[in-house]
């Protein structure tokens, strides 16, 4: 319940949380919205000693129309992915899996930069952004890059951010003319998914990102390729647990994952 | 230890605090609001929601220096209605039995007011979705959503 | 509403009518007064160190990093204790079991008290508990009934209390199978599992103790103040009058809080060592290991039974996991399911057994039901499982085996001797229930649905349900280390006409306040809001019991009751004495007294109490202060509420998932004192058995280590993910008490889990499902169909 003790540092600016996080390394995380990093503190699953909170960077909450993409700032938060009518109209799969994030009051609080930042695989949005084949948009010392959302998430909890880096951009393709689905299954209304489905098919865009089938959010890529290849929904589906390696754990049997897969790949399709 | 500035329910408070105390403890032992209760320590149950910048939040999972500079409400913070003892989702709490042990409620009022706020007339649906965040253990819920039906016909008019 | 009618001239019945709560303004504002907001100066907080281990022996407890943290006042363990005797309830026949303040040499379950930090605040108490170091020698691990059994048979088998030489304690052994049973045309056998649960009220547990020259004062959230306050007293040898309890505002309880936890007397210890306040207050995870746990109990049923449905013969073996630390009241439970096993039935043969078995577990004790929900559970899955054999309508079993409405009292035949249903309408119920479902409409739209693989499958269950409350007749509540089974109750008018109402139970939700001064109000004919009621204070109530067992209406409403005759009938006498006319001619009403057929000529209830306090107005033979009535209030028999549930499900063909469409409940608990109370009470009960059904269960690994320790894991529902609820009511008044009234607090939890296990089940049926355990996961629904792909 109570967080180990730790030094706090408010950053200003962007480049002002880059240098903090170079001078602290390893010991150091940022806060955004907190509710990822919070909970994992309250049970000393996580104990930094220097908080970076860059909750005040309001300049970095925005969803912008840039041409070719939408851009969203990473302090958007989610509440704001949610109920923002470009995305609604551009990226509506994005709009609606934010409003299964947690619950309304976590809604308010967390952000997009946290969630993709946090890097878990069970968490909704990294899911979306890689069935959308988005881009990360990522701060150092050194200069700006920009990381495909496929070669972002690399482990449990671990992204391709290095220690000293900020996310601070999540740009993704318009697609307001694809089929969309957002299939999430779980047991109360604000659980965790135990298995969920991001699916985008229609007017040339076929991406199927997974929640909660292995340690890092994955795509569907065989489902995609047999589609791709003229398969039928029911016999692509039928691949969605291809390259998966789900756990077993108190929630579901790897089994019983692997079978949700299908169904919720199957179902995601048929909506879209 | 870092000092903070908050204005809880209209009035400005400052304290120095240790960065890792939570919201919910600066509410209640700093500034002895001990109507925002605590029931969990993995931000399931929302006993502990309260309104920080006008939206609900769960203050168990916010820091004290997070809200520093902002505005917060706690349940002691509602303000009653024209012609009501209390802010008509209170009062539709009292009229539909909507509390029992009373533990779950102020977080549970203050997550209806926002709801009201943003929605003025919801279905039993939406309520019973916008309260996913929310646990009771004593009225299995249907006559919290009856009380803020009763709030959603019955408050004044904007 | 009532105030208006009564302006109107009339006077509306308060018992029976939806008056709204006297509790709620306090709670509503956010001033209520929970244990953990109320702040005593210099006040120190204890936390403990917890065992990480299920069994071990403790090796060495290192304290000196954690000793020296800031804040830290002391750190103890149980050789800093050695004086305590060890926590009270249990017999002395049972002296290996009594449980010591703290660890003491083993540790038996997962979060067992091994050391106590006390430091300034919570923050500095949870660092420097994380500090302190335990080596542990681990042992065997027992983690559940079977495991724990298991090792009986082995002579070199682990006994987790060595001196005991036993992990099983049989309290009723068991009888060769009776010849009813064994020449039954039919038999079948069954065993039921009933989850191991947990109360989870939100509040969690939380206590200060205050030990000051003067003597204890405690402030616990807590059921049975008095209960804790004559324990204390006896644990630390001091006199009753040296020691204050106070049960303030109680976020929840649901049996929960009966029980005695460490700290109740670690904290008053603590304060008397160092002279300070010190306040317990766990969080959610300390909770969820450290509150005694509820149910984790198994049923091993045969049933003797003719092609007509109706039982002959019923023979239950209840195996009740009593946890680490067995507590009264968990010993206990397993009585009340042996005496309950048959339901609403007329069973001719019915013997039942009991086994005790300890486990490296939390303690298992009472969780809403205690008991009986396991009773109810089984006795209904067994009609339907009779039902499914022989091919007829679950409903039409359970007509050929009701009890009759002409047939009460009924000797149960689990214990003729002692235990009687004092009255009921099942066949009503049933009725009633089926009228509002439109139960054969149903019955024809399941066989459309399920005929349509594009349509979740349908499923319809019934539970009659029978419950035991009112808690209870003499030596019924001391055989779990009560002072009684009675409660009180006193009622004190003071000189401005208003009463003073002081009880002896202890409410965290119920409404008592409310329902109580409309028994009082209905009774002596005051005003509803000249009545206060009071509770959950040692020093305001000489003596009480508590509030269990659906026992506060019942016994303690009776009991307010009769002291409120007591105060009319003198209040009368001082009446008609002011206004010179007989007894029997003065009129009562919240306005005060008036002479029949002379309405002008009145004395307000200020006027007749402040002269009860002037002897010089008082009749011959009553003196000053005569408006006082106490009553301690014995009944004959406990009370059986009932009742008739209904669920429908929709079952998801490919993922398994459950989805509850309808859920109807038709309860009779006699008389209603307060109809929006009463149909509160059920719809939280219902919830709660709902979520045993299909979400709730607290897991433990091959290890012992919990795996449901959080409210992550550990699925308490939301409203979005629980059904409305379809209340309906039959009354049959109870002859017990004075009220009719049998109580409702538990109703829901006993007979709504049954309800959506039939309906699970009968969804299945196509696919020869003849049980499922609860939670009906949706993964255990997969398997149980097969698996099925979805892909045709």
């Given at each position: 319940m109570i967080p180990s003790a730790f030094d706090y540092i408010r950053a200003d600016s962007a480049e002002a949380a880059i240098a903090a996080l170079t001078e602290h390394g390893d010991e150091a995380k940022l806060l955004a919205g907190g509710h990822s990093l919070v909970p994992l503190m309250k049970l000393r699953l996580a104990s930094p000693s220097v908080i970076i909170d860059i909750g005040r960077l309001s300049d970095l909450s925005y969803v912008r129309d840039e041409g070719d993409h939408i851009a969203i700032g990473a302090m958007t938060r989610h509440r704001d992915v949610e109920h923002s009518e470009m995305l609604a109209a551009q990226v509506p799969i994005l709009a609606h899996a934010a409003s299964h994030v947690g619950d309304p009051q976590v809604r308010n609080r967390g952000t997009i930069g946290g969630s993709l930042a946090h890097g878990d695989g069970a968490s909704d949005l990294p899911a979306v952004i890689l069935a959308l084949g988005g881009k990360l948009i990522v701060q150092g010392p050194g200069g700006t890059r920009s990381i495909s959302a496929s070669e972002f998430f690399q482990g449990f909890l671990e992204t391709a951010l290095e220690p000293d880096e900020l996310l601070t951009e999540i740009q993704v393709t318009k697609v307001p003319n694809a089929g969309w689905s957002y299939q999430k299954f779980n047991r109360r209304a604000m659980d965790w998914a135990i298995v969920g489905a991001a699916v985008v098919h229609g007017a040339g865009h076929t991406g199927i990102g997974l929640v909660n089938m292995s340690t890092i959010p994955v795509r569907a890529t065989a489902v995609e390729e047999a589609l791709a290849g003229g398969a039928s929904i029911a016999d692509a589906s039928a691949l969605a647990d291809v390259g998966t390696e789900p756990s077993s754990d108190l929630h579901g049997s790897s089994d019983y994952r692997r079978h949700l897969a299908k169904v919720l790949v199957r179902r995601g399709l048929e909506a879209c | 230890?870092?000092?903070?500035?908050?204005?809880?329910?209209?009035?400005?408070?400052?304290?120095?605090?240790?960065?890792?105390?939570?919201?919910?403890?600066?509410?209640?032992?700093?500034?002895?609001?001990?109507?925002?209760?605590?029931?969990?320590?993995?931000?399931?149950?929302?006993?502990?929601?309260?309104?920080?910048?006008?939206?609900?939040?769960?203050s168990c999972t916010v820091l004290a220096v997070q809200a520093d500079g902002f505005a917060v409400t706690t349940i002691e913070g509602l303000q009653p209605a024209e012609g009501m003892d209390y802010h008509p989702v209170q009062q539709g709490f009292h009229e539909c039995h909507g509390l029992q042990c009373g533990y779950c409620t102020p977080g549970m009022v203050m997550a209806c007011v926002a709801l009201l706020d943003e929605n003025p007339h919801p279905t039993e649906v939406e309520i019973r979705t916008s309260l996913e965040g929310n646990l009771c253990r004593c009225t299995g819920y249907q006559m919290i959503v009856d009380s803020v039906l009763w709030a959603a016909e019955h408050a004044p008019a904007k | 509403m009532w105030q208006a009618a009564h302006q109107r001239g009339k006077r509306m019945s308060l018992v029976g009518a939806a008056v709204k709560r006297k509790e709620d303004p306090n709670l509503l504002v956010g001033r209520g007064r929970f244990v953990d907001d109320i702040k005593l100066p210099g006040a120190l907080f204890m936390t403990f160190v917890r065992s990480t281990e299920a069994h071990a022996r403790i090796l060495s407890i290192d304290t000196n990093e954690a000793t020296a943290m800031p804040g830290v006042v002391a750190i103890y363990t149980i050789d800093d204790f050695a004086d305590l005797p060890t926590i009270p309830g249990l017999p002395p026949e049972v002296a290996p079991l009594h449980r010591p303040v703290l660890a003491k040499g083993t540790v038996r379950f997962v979060g067992d008290p091994v050391a106590v930090v006390v430091a300034e605040d919570r923050y500095q108490a949870a660092d420097a508990a994380e500090a302190v170091l335990v080596d542990y020698d681990p042992l065997p691990v027992l983690p559940s009934i079977d495991t724990s059994l298991a090792a009986m048979a082995d002579p070199e088998g682990t006994r987790i209390y060595p001196d005991l030489q036993t992990n099983a304690l049989p309290i009723f052994p068991e009888e060769p199978p009776a010849p009813e049973l064994l020449n039954a045309p039919m038999r079948l056998a069954q065993t039921f599992i009933n989850n191991r649960c947990s109360a989870v009220p939100i509040e969690p547990l939380a206590v200060i103790a205050d030990w000051a020259p003067s003597g204890l004062t405690v402030h616990a959230t807590f059921q049975a103040p008095h209960h804790l306050r004559n324990q204390l007293t006896l644990f630390f040898g001091i006199p009753q009058h040296e020691c204050r309890v106070i049960a303030p505002d109680v976020g929840g309880g649901f049996g929960s809080k009966i029980c005695f936890y460490p700290e109740f007397f670690l904290a008053p210890a603590i304060s008397r060592k160092l002279g300070r306040p010190v306040k317990a207050a766990q969080t959610r995870t300390e909770a969820m290991l450290h509150m005694h746990h509820g149910r984790a109990q198994r049923n091993d049923v045969e049933v003797g039974f003719d092609a007509t449905g109706k039982v002959h013969a019923l023979r239950v073996h209840t195996y009740q996991d009593v946890g680490s630390y067995p507590d009264p009241t968990g010993m206990g439970l397993g009585v009340l399911t042996s005496w309950m096993s048959c339901g609403v039935y007329a069973i001719p043969v019915?013997?039942?057994?009991?086994?005790?078995?300890?486990?490296?577990?939390?303690?298992?004790?009472?969780?809403?039901?205690?008991?009986?929900?396991?009773?109810?559970?089984?006795?209904?899955?067994?009609?339907?499982?009779?039902?499914?054999?022989?091919?007829?309508?679950?409903?039409?079993?359970?007509?050929?085996?009701?009890?009759?409405?002409?047939?009460?009292?009924?000797?149960?035949?689990?214990?003729?001797?002692?235990?009687?249903?004092?009255?009921?309408?099942?066949?009503?119920?049933?009725?009633?229930?089926?009228?509002?479902?439109?139960?054969?409409?149903?019955?024809?739209?399941?066989?459309?649905?399920?005929?349509?693989?594009?349509?979740?499958?349908?499923?319809?269950?019934?539970?009659?349900?029978?419950?035991?409350?009112?808690?209870?007749?003499?030596?019924?509540?001391?055989?779990?280390?009560?002072?009684?089974?009675?409660?009180?109750?006193?009622?004190?008018?003071?000189?401005?006409?208003?009463?003073?109402?002081?009880?002896?139970?202890?409410?965290?939700?119920?409404?008592?306040?409310?329902?109580?001064?409309?028994?009082?109000?209905?009774?002596?004919?005051?005003?509803?809001?000249?009545?206060?009621?009071?509770?959950?204070?040692?020093?305001?109530?000489?003596?009480?019991?508590?509030?269990?067992?659906?026992?506060?209406?019942?016994?303690?409403?009776?009991?307010?009751?009769?002291?409120?005759?007591?105060?009319?009938?003198?209040?009368?006498?001082?009446?008609?004495?002011?206004?010179?006319?007989?007894?029997?001619?003065?009129?009562?009403?919240?306005?005060?007294?008036?002479?029949?057929?002379?309405?002008?000529?009145?004395?307000?209830?200020?006027?007749?109490?402040?002269?009860?306090?002037?002897?010089?107005?008082?009749?011959?033979?009553?003196?000053?202060?005569?408006?006082?009535?106490?009553?301690?209030?014995?009944?004959?028999?406990?009370?059986?509420?009932?009742?008739?549930?209904?669920?429908?499900?929709?079952?998801?063909?490919?993922?398994?998932?459950?989805?509850?469409?309808?859920?109807?409940?038709?309860?009779?608990?006699?008389?209603?004192?307060?109809?929006?109370?009463?149909?509160?009470?059920?719809?939280?009960?219902?919830?709660?058995?709902?979520?045993?059904?299909?979400?709730?269960?607290?897991?433990?690994?091959?290890?012992?280590?919990?795996?449901?320790?959080?409210?992550?894991?550990?699925?308490?529902?939301?409203?979005?993910?629980?059904?409305?609820?379809?209340?309906?009511?039959?009354?049959?008044?109870?002859?017990?008490?004075?009220?009719g009234a049998k109580g409702i607090g538990e109703s829901g939890a006993v007979g709504a889990p049954p309800a959506v296990v039939n309906a699970v089940v009968d969804a299945l049926s196509g696919f020869g499902v003849r049980h499922m355990d609860m939670p009906c996961t949706p993964e255990k629904v997969w398997h149980a169909m097969g698996q099925p792909t979805g892909s045709n």
């Open positions: - | 230890m870092t000092e903070v500035n908050i204005s809880v329910n209209g009035a400005h408070t400052s304290a120095e605090v240790a960065p890792r105390t939570l919201l919910v403890h600066y509410l209640r032992e700093e500034l002895g609001l001990t109507g925002t209760h605590v029931g969990c320590d993995t931000s399931n149950c929302g006993a502990c929601t309260v309104h920080l910048d006008g939206q609900a939040v769960k | 019915a013997q039942t057994a009991l086994t005790n078995v300890i486990t490296n577990t939390t303690p298992v004790a009472a969780y809403r039901g205690a008991g009986r929900p396991e009773a109810s559970f089984l006795i209904e899955r067994t009609m339907d499982m009779i039902a499914d054999e022989l091919g007829l309508d679950p409903a039409a079993v359970r007509y050929t085996n009701f009890i009759q409405a002409d047939q009460f009292p009924y000797p149960a035949a689990t214990n003729p001797e002692a235990v009687f249903y004092d009255s009921g309408n099942y066949p009503a119920a049933l009725d009633e229930l089926k009228r509002m479902m439109g139960y054969d409409a149903l019955l024809a739209e399941q066989t459309a649905r399920n005929a349509d693989p594009s349509q979740p499958l349908m499923g319809i269950g019934l539970s009659c349900w029978l419950e035991i409350a009112g808690f209870g007749p003499n030596g019924s509540l001391e055989g779990f280390g009560h002072l009684g089974s009675w409660e009180s109750a006193q009622i004190r008018i003071q000189p401005d006409g208003t009463a003073i109402v002081s009880a002896g139970t202890s409410p965290h939700g119920q409404g008592n306040a409310t329902a109580f001064a409309q028994i009082a109000g209905d009774a002596m004919g005051i005003d509803f809001d000249a009545i206060h009621v009071r509770f959950g204070d040692t020093e305001t109530q000489q003596q009480g019991i508590g509030t269990m067992g659906s026992r506060a209406i019942a016994v303690c409403g009776d009991a307010i009751k009769k002291a409120s005759v007591q105060i009319r009938e003198r209040a009368v006498q001082i009446a008609a004495h002011m206004l010179e006319a007989a007894p029997e001619d003065i009129e009562v009403s919240a306005d005060g007294f008036a002479v029949r057929g002379t309405p002008a000529v009145t004395k307000s209830w200020a006027d007749v109490a402040t002269a009860a306090f002037q002897p010089l107005q008082l009749p011959e033979g009553m003196g000053a202060g005569t408006l006082d009535a106490t009553v301690f209030n014995e009944v004959p028999n406990f009370s059986f509420p009932s009742g008739a549930y209904g669920c429908i499900v929709g079952i998801d063909r490919v993922t398994g998932d459950v989805n509850i469409e309808r859920y109807v409940v038709v309860d009779d608990c006699g008389t209603v004192i307060n109809p929006l109370l009463a149909e509160g009470q059920v719809h939280g009960g219902v919830a709660q058995g709902i979520s045993q059904a299909l979400y709730e269960h607290f897991t433990y690994d091959e290890n012992g280590q919990p795996q449901t320790s959080t409210l992550v894991d550990y699925l308490v529902p939301a409203a979005s993910d629980l059904p409305s609820y379809e209340s309906g009511r039959i009354v049959t008044p109870t002859p017990v008490n004075s009220l």
